[in-house]
């Protein structure tokens, strides 16, 4: 183990050597972190170049308990070394994820970004542009993009692919003007909901635009497409579909296919329910007066965990957020829901009925186990 070959007598001194060599080990660590992730690049190679899994989780269990033994052999907490090992697994998976997320077997594409100044309309123009497809974009709003900026949508009729990447409200108007234009290649939009465009879809499809729904469920921050999914609708012709498919088969993005009315339905849980139990917990706590300050004097993982969430939640794009309500058609009973469940549980208490809540709890608990144990 490294230690300084003399020590000051002043303990003022001692303590500022002290920090020198921390200093020193610091940057010895951080260069070992780069030769390992260099290797973690050149395994990704190899496992591309093999058609091998991006994650072998057995392997992955032999780093955890190869960090766990060193561990304990240093008098360490063993638990320190399993963070650590994650940490360099994650990092290892987000490097090769970023080189295969980048593969692209077909053809080069002429593609165009709708909104691609927006959040979703930069990710997509930094995922086909990785991909070597040529980009470039339509989008008035103020802003910088690294992509050729275009003037018209009449500009992007020839494209081999159009993304429309735009709020939700105003996607309908840009597919009519885009059917009226009769735009050669494929239309790819990106709404989070696909029913209320289903009449303007319908009318576009008929008069020849090729239009395909799909929706990537993560957001514009993502790094890597590891772990991520993308829904694709399968309203559309399979040879449209196979155009959007394509963009993320040899991606590590995990691909689901499903109809709208059913993409809708479930996203009326996985976004609709989500938001507003985490927006009803914020405004609980609005109304409770009771400040943050002191609520984190004394909270617990349970209530530190549910308010980063929460935080999250209540600081995302209000108008976003609106549109998954309103939009949805399964939004009100989403919120019967939501209150009878709120109901059940005051009932339960106010009784009081310890052995109807216990229930209640059981009744929860398996149901979420199920949920897990189906991969859902």
């Known amino acids: 183990m490294h230690a300084p070959t ?36 050149q395994v990704g190679d190899l496992k591309r170049s093999l058609a091998v899994p991006l994650r072998n989780f057995g392997v ?24 650590l090992a994650r940490f360099l697994i994650e990092k290892a998976v987000e490097e090769q994820a970023t080189l295969r997320d980048a593969v ?52 992007a009729i020839d494209a081999d692919l159009i993304m429309v990447a735009v709020p ?9 003007e885009l059917g009226a234009l009769g735009p050669r290649g494929v239309v790819g939009e990106m709404c989070s909901l696909k029913t209320h465009l289903g009449a303007v879809i319908g009318r576009l499809r008929s008069a020849g635009t090729r239009v395909v729904s799909f929706h990537p469920m993560f957001g514009p921050d993502v790094r890597m497409l590891e772990g991520r999914t993308v829904v694709v609708c399968t309203d559309a012709p399979r040879s449209d ?37 985490n927006l009803v917990f914020a405004r609980a706590l609005v109304h409770s007066g009771v400040g943050s300050p002191k609520l984190a004097e004394v909270a617990g993982v349970t209530f530190g965990r549910q308010i980063a969430t929460t935080r999250e939640v209540a600081s995302e794009n209000p ?33 009081p009925d310890d052995d109807h809540f216990s229930a209640l709890m059981t009744t929860c608990r398996e149901s979420l186990s199920e949920a897990r144990g189906s991969g859902e």
């Open 241 to 277: 579909l196979e155009i959007v498919e394509g963009l993320f088969a040899d991606t590590s993005a995990r691909l689901v296919e499903m109809d709208p009315a059913e993409h809708d339905r479930r996203m009326g849980l996985v976004l609709g329910l989500t938001h507003l139990a």
């Open 6 to 41: 003399t020590q000051p007598s002043d303990p003022h001194a001692l303590l500022e050597q002290h920090r020198r060599d921390i200093e020193a080990l610091d940057r010895r660590i951080l260069h070992l972190v780069c030769e390992r992730l260099e290797l973690a690049r």
């Open 104 to 155: 692209y077997s077909g053809d080069a594409l002429d593609t165009v970004v709708v909104g691609g100044k927006g959040g979703m309309g930069r990710w997509i123009g930094r995922f086909l542009a990785g991909q070597g497809h040529r980009v470039r974009v339509l989008d008035p709003a103020s802003g910088e993009t690294p992509f050729e900026e275009m003037g018209s949508l009449a500009e």
């Open 168 to 176: 939700m409200s105003a996607c309908p108007g840009i597919l009519d």
């Open 60 to 83: 992955e269990a032999q780093v955890y308990r190869r960090f766990e033994e060193a561990s304990s052999l240093l008098g360490l907490d063993p638990g320190l070394g399993r963070d």
């Open 319 to 351: 108008a976003l957020y609106y549109e998954i309500q309103s939009l949805n058609e399964l939004t009100p009973e989403t919120g019967r829901w939501l209150r009878q469940a709120l109901d059940e549980w005051m009932e339960a208490v106010e009784q």
